[in-house]
């Protein structure tokens, strides 16, 4: 295609229309080219679909093929080399990039700024490990749309340029391929649509190649079309046919293929290995420290909440497992409420609710469990730490829960983008049932605490009935107490022992830590989806108050039951604060149940109270920080010089195939060819430099025009001496080889000393040599050495006279 257009026939196309232009430039398969390029880039593009949870990537991969395109058909237009070209993408990347990857940061969704810039140039390094250290679905607002339009917008580039610039277009399917393979790696382990992607892939190659085999020009010596009209038409079919019988064969390879592996189980892909995993269980339960926050921070301010709803409430975590120690998290595997995944925007997709925006700034509360709301669509840290604090935030969804292993403290602030969700009446949940959800007894539990919780719900009609009834049996039957300076006693805890107390004494004393726990056990007994949580919130004066002022006297602990379409709903079993016995000696409760105190759990089972670490364990903890920051540095490194390698291997192949070339000239079989090959060798750097070959032309004419076009007059001699050596009566000797390339490495030499440096780097990355610019008239050369070869073959056969022409050859 490009490199054999006649240039008189390039002349009169410039005269003419654009679309004249392209075709001579660029041959008359170039619409199709580009087409076929863009749809396979597509079709592997797809792949994002469930990283990012729907097309919102698509208009930054359509984007990044199309101008990727139109700098593949510019290049081959202008025939710019390497250079030129890498120099109009990444200009284009940054004209671009704000408005299809990082709008967010532009003015008006479309002007780049000086962070749209920033980004952009950071990204190129590290939006690949964002991605990838983000839980899918990943949102478009972070900063992910970067990784599609880069890699549509390189894979374009090379694609198109290939396409356009080789006669064999196959070559072009090698940086889709790579970009599959990316899209594959850079995913998540569930493929998107495994089957028409793989389906429209094969389809769409396998009649592009078809199409580009049939117009070529060059694939048959003869042109069957004039010698045999009938035969040239049968041909036409045939690949018709055969195309077709190959998109059949890949589409009936695809459908069997996918029916043996469907089943399979997910793919291995890059981010289950660089994901680490987050254990919650590696700190205490809040609920441990629940009484001493009422008495040693019951009037300092442990935070201030800006822009909290009316009857809103403050969440540190929500737990759903009791070991008859503490109650905490359970380990259920993902959707669990020990399932913590890394902070991501977009949290609360297909949510109802009233959107808000909370504002927390910390005081003296310190700890890792952060104060949020429910349902928590997003969260932006402010301050100097943000950074830091957003990288070591991990959420669990299902509970609304966040952690920050990095720790808050005084200073921090943040902003939590909610959805809060109204909460329905009993007449709205009457016909509502549980909500699918099994959990498990606890082993602990008092013995009698099913028979009475089963008692307690007798009578209650439909699950909001029962609950209410639970609810009602705690908070009317029993008192509330602290068991601070001038209280009533009441033990902290929740052991078994603890709750025991509680539920088999002549009264129940307590207060919400031990309330809820008590609640949420007899609800797990009678089959009830429940958990307890912990949290703020103002006492009836204060609601609806702008600003909420936290102390440790606001720390309450309630329960949540889970209802089929409504979600978690709070339950509060723990009495009026100023419900309080007079005495010890309060009447008992009317036909109290006895209650059997368990044995303390089994000294195997795991306890996490938050344990004193031994030395060792420090030393152990900081050999294991150092080696993990080690490894991220290793990490970074490793992605930048292998994006550096990326972006250097063009001109890495480049140079290593001239050389490969040059090696198979300097050693073909015979001596003859090996001149030839010394002249092939000149005049692909001269080309190289610029200058233009005829197709056709015969040595003699070829050194005159790198004479005149870089200056170079030992080309007239070399010509001369590789036509008498090639069609001479004798195979020119080894000596006469080796002086031959050595004066071809002197002239190719003085060419590049000649020039500037930039010329010289140009040439020395310039494809013009290799897409086959000059090709037709080396093949010319081919035919007169090998018509030399036969006449020296032939005895008696002495005759010296070299051709000047292609017709004296022909």
Known sequence: MTGHRDPGHLAAAERTSPAAVLRARLGRSWAVDLGAVGLLLLATLIGFWPTFGGPVFLPAAIGGILLGLSVSVLGAWRRWGVLPVTAAAIAVY???????????????????????LLGLAVGIVTSWKQLLTTVAPVSASDGHLLVPYLVSLVAAVLAGSLALRLRRAAWALVPIVAALFLVIALGVPTPAFPLAQGVAIAAVAAVWLSLRAWWAPHSSAVNVAEADPARARQMRVRRVIGSAVIVAVAAGAGVGANALTADAGPRNVFRDAIIPPFDIRDYASPLQSFRKTVRDQKTRTLFTVTGMPKDARIRLAAMDGWNGVVYNVTD?????????????????????????????????????????????????????????????????????????????????????????AGQPSDAQLKDADFANITQKTSPYAPQDLAATAAEIVTDAETPIEQVRALETYFAEGGFFSHGLEGEVLSRAGHTAERISTLLGGDQMIGDDEQYAVAMALAAQEVGIPVRVVMGYYPDADRRGDPVFEATGDDVHAWVEVAFEGFGWLPFDPTPPEDKVPQDQNTKPRVDPKPQVLQPPPPPQEPVDLPPTVPDDRKAEDDSLNVLGVLGVILAV??????????????????????????????????????????????????????????????????????????????????????????????????????????????????????????????ARLSLRSLMGQGRLSARMQGLRDAAAARVRREPGNIDTTIPTSESETT
Request: cysteine-free; charged content about 20%; aromatic content about 6%.
């Open 94 to 116: 940054f004209v671009f990039g704000g408005a299809l990857a990082l709008p967010h940061t532009t003015l008006l969704g479309v002007i780049p700024t000086l962070d749209t």
């Open 332 to 420: 259920g595997g993902p959707g669990s409420s020990s399932a913590f995944l890394p902070l991501r925007s977009d949290m609360a997709i297909g949510v109802d609710g009233v959107p808000a925006q909370v504002r927390v700034e910390i005081a003296d509360y310190a700890g890792v469990w952060l104060p949020g709301v429910s349902v928590a669509d997003g969260i932006r840290f402010e301050g100097s730490r943000a950074d830091a604090l957003r990288r070591s935030t991990y959420s669990n969804a299902a509970t609304d829960t966040t952690v920050v292993t990095g720790g808050l403290r005084q200073g921090d602030a943040y902003t939590v983008d909610a959805v809060i």
């Open 637 to 762: 490194l490793g992605v930048s010089l292998g994006t550096l390698l990326l972006l250097a291997s063009p001109f890495i192949v480049i140079g290593a195939w001239k050389a490969a070339r040059r090696r198979a000239r300097r050693n073909a079989e015979t001596n003859s060819d090996r001149i030839s090959g010394g002249w092939d060798e000149l005049t692909d750097r001269a080309i190289d430099h610029g200058a233009r070959l005829a197709p056709g032309a015969t040595r003699i004419e070829e050194a005159e025009v790198v004479t005149a076009a870089l200056a170079l007059p030992a080309a007239t001699a070399l010509a001369d001496r590789a036509d008498g050596q090639v069609f001479g009566p004798g195979e020119p000797s080894t000596e006469e080889v080796e002086a031959f390339w050595r004066e071809v490495e002197e002239a190719v030499s003085g060419m590049r000393g000649s020039v500037g440096f930039w010329a010289r780097t140009r």
